[in-house]
């Protein structure tokens, strides 16, 4: 690693209304490092960001740049001073070739010579060792060359600070790797990479140095061989914290949901769902996992009764509840707490408070003409003790919490509700550790009610450490249905693939 800094932030404040966001951060970054940010949510990492690729400005404070005082007025001047931000969900037009992308916007981009462009591109995959075929179209690629081509458009505008949030949130376990060699062979070639992530190995593994913030401001900067993810998440969360997921012995009980030949497609006449077979258990979580796209969205919403299905049964208390409603699915108690993207937009309102988004669900349970908000205060304020979430009152607006807490607003409603199969899809998204470890234990206190759980996740070593069955999806189908404690995440992540393990279909 070199010593020359290429990035350097002092003493930086940003305020929002009554909050700091940032106060007094330093942070620097040198010529081929990798340095990861960390941080609970709400510590100020994506602010600091945000203020280094142009889109906020500090109120206060300096940022230098290849040792130069620099103001950093918009993305585009962010961009010219070489810094390059790789978000999580990619920016790239589906239909376009990998090369397209990477002129689309570019001064001057409709008079490249197409030889010339083609040259250019090839050397920079040769240099850093990227998977990119520059004339392939993008529907056509898995989700690591998607990344890889916006790897490339940056460096392709001759960028050599790079900023990655959450890379390998959607990535299979093979093409982490992958990434990782990418992004050594980066550093390497001089350039200067700060990682946003919460998956404190892949810090330990990829990582020369990590600077931990909390509540806005800068803990400390340390060298990762010197550290420990104990020290890291004790820093992050400023306090002792047990890093191990519980996985409670439960005796698995009936059957409480089964899928028989499931299948569904969407609107282009593309298979989504394809004869999916599979059980939940009484006490049991159930993990599903696999790439972005594979099902995993128009799984949940079959069961929910949100997407049509065009054969196959979903049996449920020896009922078929295929084709029934929303509304009636959720009365016979199969509650979903389904955490996209956007958080506002399934199940919460942003404008409403949590006593209302409460009775959006509860409303038709209560009789009389009359709504009790009383007695749904209560248990909104229990809620939020029980769950830790920051707001000003259970009166406050929930678009004014921060994600995490939104997320803890939804799945503490679903749990409220007494369900006898509860569906959470990425329920830690974004969640710093103090609070998944909070959903991870009230979904274990459920198993052990005995209330059976579809788990959608992406990190694949929570899934090995909170279920006790995973099922694997590839592109719609079932590549595998495997007992956690007999896996490994290197079979898990071939499975996700499209690779069938001998052997590792267990009984579904």
């Known amino acids: 690693m070199n010593n020359q800094v290429f ?4 003493d930086i404040c940003k305020t929002f209304g009554t909050v700091k966001a940032n106060d007094h951060i330093n942070f620097e970054v040198n010529k081929g490092e990798i340095h990861a940010l960390l941080g609970e949510n709400g510590a100020g990492k994506s602010t600091l960001m945000n203020m280094l690729s142009g889109i906020y400005k500090p109120d206060s404070g300096s940022i230098y740049i290849h040792n130069q005082e620099t103001k950093i007025g918009s993305p585009k001047e962010s961009i010219e001073k070489g810094i390059g931000m790789i978000h999580q969900h990619y920016k790239l037009v589906e239909v376009q070739t990998a090369k397209d992308n990477v002129i689309l916007g570019q001064t001057g981009s409709i008079f490249l ?4 462009l083609s040259e250019k591109l090839t050397k920079i995959v040769a240099q850093f060792g990227l998977s990119v075929e520059p004339d392939k179209k993008i529907y056509d690629m898995s989700i690591g060359e998607k ?20 890379p390998t949130a959607v990535l299979t376990p093979q093409e982490t790797k992958k990434l990782f ?10 350039c200067a990479i700060i990682i946003i992530t919460h998956k404190l190995h892949e810090v330990m593994e990829i990582s020369d140095r990590v600077t931990v913030l909390h509540k806005g401001a800068t803990v400390g900067t340390l060298s990762t061989k010197d550290t420990s993810p104990r020290e890291l998440t004790d820093l992050m969360v400023g306090k002792s914290v047990n890093l191990s997921i519980n996985r409670p012995e439960v005796e698995r009980g009936e059957v409480l949901l089964s ?11 593309v298979k989504v769902l394809k004869d999916m077979s599979f059980k939940l258990y009484k006490g049991e979580i159930l993990g599903v996992a696999g790439v972005a796209g594979s099902g995993q969205k128009e799984l949940c919403e079959t069961i929910a009764g949100l997407y049509p299905v065009t054969s196959g049964d979903i049996i449920y208390s020896g009922e078929n509840i295929v084709g029934k409603s929303p509304r009636e699915i959720i009365k016979k108690g199969i509650a979903m707490s389904f955490v996209p993207e956007d958080r506002l937009g399934m199940g919460l309102v942003a404008s409403m408070d949590m006593i209302d988004n409460y009775l959006l669900k509860e409303h038709h349970n209560q009789k009389g003409f009359m709504i009790k908000r009383g007695p749904i205060e209560k248990v909104c304020e229990r809620m939020v003790e029980q769950l830790e979430i920051k707001t000003p009152s259970v009166h406050h607006p929930v678009k004014q919490l921060s994600g995490g807490n939104i997320q803890k607003v939804l799945i503490g409603r679903e749990i409220d509700s007494n369900p006898q199969v509860l569906v959470t899809a990425y329920v830690v998204r974004g969640l710093d550790i103090g609070a998944s470890h909070t959903i991870y234990d009230l979904l274990n206190e459920e ?10 996740g992406e990190d694949l070593d929570v899934l090995l450490e909170l279920c006790d069955r995973i099922v694997v999806l590839c592109q719609g189908e079932i590549t595998g249905v495997v007992r956690a404690k007999d896996t490994t995440k290197e079979e898990v992540g071939y499975m996700m693939a499209g690779e069938r393990i001998e052997g590792q279909v267990v009984a579904l």
């Open 147 to 166: 990344q890889s081509v916006e790897i490339l458009k940056v460096l392709y505008r001759g960028a050599d600070i790079l900023i990655m949030d959450e």
């Open 259 to 269: 899928l028989h030949h499931l299948n569904a497609i969407d609107n282009n006449n």
């Open 447 to 456: 198993k052990k009610k005995g209330v059976g759980i579809l788990f959608i």
């Open 113 to 116: 010579r197409p030889k010339k």
């Open 181 to 190: 060699k990418i992004m050594r062979n980066m550093a390497s070639e001089g």
């Open 7 to 10: 990035v350097r932030m002092e």
